[in-house]
């Protein structure tokens, strides 16, 4: 069974429509060439079909966020950065962005430099934006620092319209501010496997949102309510005092906060020093464009397969398609072909993919190139640890989004987890702010062990290819087809919170309940595909989700009503545990 979502990009299964930016950034900027594949070598004479088209397009200006680039330099970069942690045999040690320093921060050391205070500096804007706003409608005083402009990209984001209703709940803006970025809403959304039949669901990202217009009423937003703003500024040197946590932007200006959220992406250069430079567990590889000239552009598709496991570069990859109505023209789409894999080297590059979607996508869409008016190709790296959600490493600083790794490991669906997380969030930081309690265990609690994300390991390992000889090609895709079509027989209380990117305990043991009675000859196959060790790992996760599941429904409504009784730490620690029980079993979910 799977899971998807469209993250900043925000894939299948709830989210955004691309997203790379973060991940061309080393800790805070580009580099270099491209490093290729021996099999896969392009002559500097002979450009690939990606670079003509990618060199024949009008780019803009470059921003920060997701799908803030999309040139063919930028490719090149993260191409570059890609083939690093593919081919990284040994651990390398990023630089040091933040140390501790013993005792109070006194303004006298610092050599005349400018210092401003705030309550809480949100480092990354383009999805920090909504958490910082939040905080300032509570009344704190909040700045963010972006190393680019603030500024949202052309390429839409996908979304459902209940996610983002759970905006509205933080006082960020009302519902009907919702016309002003809604680009396009189109319905019905296909899912389907290697014409092993459809499933065609209504309301599943189904709506394209302009970044540039929302990001745009962010920022206005956030500016009335007494926030400011500094961009072109980079985040290379933190230091924790015992009552703030200072953060230098320039030569001449500090900033002082009582709180850091991390807030830049994949590839922070906090999160990267956290985790010491370990290779990801996982990743997800996107490439797509968004062209001009398709005739039938009513519907979308959240995940569709048109075909079994094949070669891409030296590497067997399942591929798999979304497709969606773009907002700037009727005859205007947007389609991303995507795979899951482990980093090592070998891997197809994004410019590979790129060179393979240029073949598959007119079949898969009925169309021709020379019938198509390319307007934009996007490109992403989605990487994933185990270890996730990141518990706060340091006192005073939090990661938040994907920094903190609370997206989807299948989805990596960045903007439709910030709005389901938004309002726990921003209430719970906002408590720990109010309360004094910023140090690393406290702020731990905000960012908690999940089990329903952590279950969701075992669909990005089942999706992924293999070389596995006993297993059929096509294993993927009969999978997933039978976990939907298992899932469509149960109704809408099963298949919804799954393509709403919501892992249930009830609905997924009622769908692999029914798996394994109507397709039990399935199972061998999953085993050989996975590997006992995840299977066994996953069992724990399932077993805590139904724990979960259990406190959240029954031990919860006993406590809640004394909790404001409790001593001030005691009542913020048991809300956070309240909290993880509710999200971690993925209540927090209503049709």
């Not at 996007?378 to 006192?395: C, E, K, M, Q």
């Not at 921003?426 to 731990?444: H, R, T, V």
Request: charged share 20%; aromatic share 10%.
């Amino acid at each position: 069974m799977l899971k998807f979502q469209h993250l900043q990009w925000q894939h299948p299964i709830n989210g955004v429509s691309l997203s790379h930016s973060s991940l061309l950034r080393k800790p805070n900027g580009g580099g270099g060439g491209i490093t290729r594949p021996s099999t896969i070598m392009c002559s500097q004479s002979s450009p690939t079909r990606t670079q003509r088209i990618m060199e024949s397009i009008s780019v803009g200006t470059e921003v920060g966020g997701a799908g803030g680039a999309n040139s063919y330099n930028a490719l090149k970069r993260l191409d570059q950065l890609w083939t690093n942690i593919c081919s990284a045999e040994t651990v390398t040690i990023p630089p040091q962005v933040v140390t501790s320093a013993r005792g109070a921060f006194k303004r006298s050391e610092s050599s005349g430099m400018t210092v401003e205070d705030f309550d809480v500096v949100v480092c990354g804007g383009t999805l920090g934006i909504f958490i910082a706003t939040a905080l300032c409608a509570k009344g704190l005083k909040v700045g963010i620092v972006e190393r680019n402009l603030l500024k949202g990209r052309e390429q839409e984001w996908n979304i459902s319209r209940k996610e983002l209703v759970e905006l509205v709940k933080v006082g960020i803006f009302d519902e009907d501010t919702f016309e002003q970025f809604i680009a396009a809403e189109f319905n019905p959304n296909r899912c389907g496997f290697e014409e092993k039949g459809e499933i065609w669901v209504e309301d599943i990202l189904n709506i394209g949102i302009s970044p540039a217009k929302l990001i745009e009423i962010m920022k206005e937003r956030f500016r009335s309510l007494g926030g400011i703003i500094l961009e072109g500024y980079n985040v290379s040197n933190i230091c924790v005092y015992d009552d703030s946590v200072v953060l230098q932007v320039s030569e001449e200006k500090i900033l002082s906060s009582r709180l850091i959220i991390d807030a830049m992406g994949n590839f922070s250069p906090i999160t990267r020093q956290i985790r010491q430079g370990r290779k990801p567990d996982g990743v997800c590889l996107v490439v797509g464009s968004c062209a001009h000239g398709f005739k039938n552009n009513t519907t979308s598709d959240v995940i569709y397969s048109s075909s079994a496991v094949q070669k891409v570069g030296q590497s067997d990859v399942q591929l798999f398609w979304e497709a969606f109505p773009a907002g700037s023209g009727p005859m205007d789409r947007t389609t991303y072909m995507f795979t899951y894999m482990e980093p090592q080297p070998g891997c197809p590059t994004l410019e590979d993919l790129l060179e393979s979607y240029w073949e598959l996508m007119p079949n898969y869409q009925g169309v021709t190139l020379d019938d198509l008016k390319i307007m934009r190709v996007v490109y992403g790296i989605f990487p994933t640890y185990r270890d996730s959600p990141l518990p706060a490493a340091y006192n005073r600083i939090l990661q938040f989004g994907d920094a903190s790794g609370i997206q989807s490991p299948v989805s990596f669906g960045g903007f439709g987890s910030l709005t389901r997380h938004l309002e726990r969030l921003s209430s719970g930081i906002y408590e720990a702010i109010d309360g004094k309690f910023l140090d690393s265990n406290s702020l731990s609690l905000l960012n908690p062990y999940l089990p329903n994300l952590s279950a969701s390991w075992l669909f990005q390992r089942a999706m992924s290819a293999k070389q596995q000889p006993d297993v059929s090609p096509s294993f993927i895709n009969e999978l997933l087809h039978a976990n939907f079509q298992s899932m469509e027989k149960l109704g809408d209380p099963v298949l919804r919170p799954f393509l709403q990117d919501v892992i249930q305990f009830g609905p997924l043991v009622k769908t692999l309940g029914l798996v394994m009675l109507t397709k039990p000859g399935i199972i061998p196959s999953i085993f050989k595909q996975v590997g006992v060790p995840v299977l066994i790992d996953w069992s724990g996760h399932f077993v805590m989700l139904g724990y979960y599941t259990f406190l959240s429904t029954f031990v919860d409504p006993l406590i809640r009503p004394s909790i404001n009784t409790f001593p001030p730490k005691m009542k913020f620690q048991w809300k956070r545990y309240l909290d993880a029980w509710k999200y971690g079993a993925g209540l927090d979910y209503r049709l």
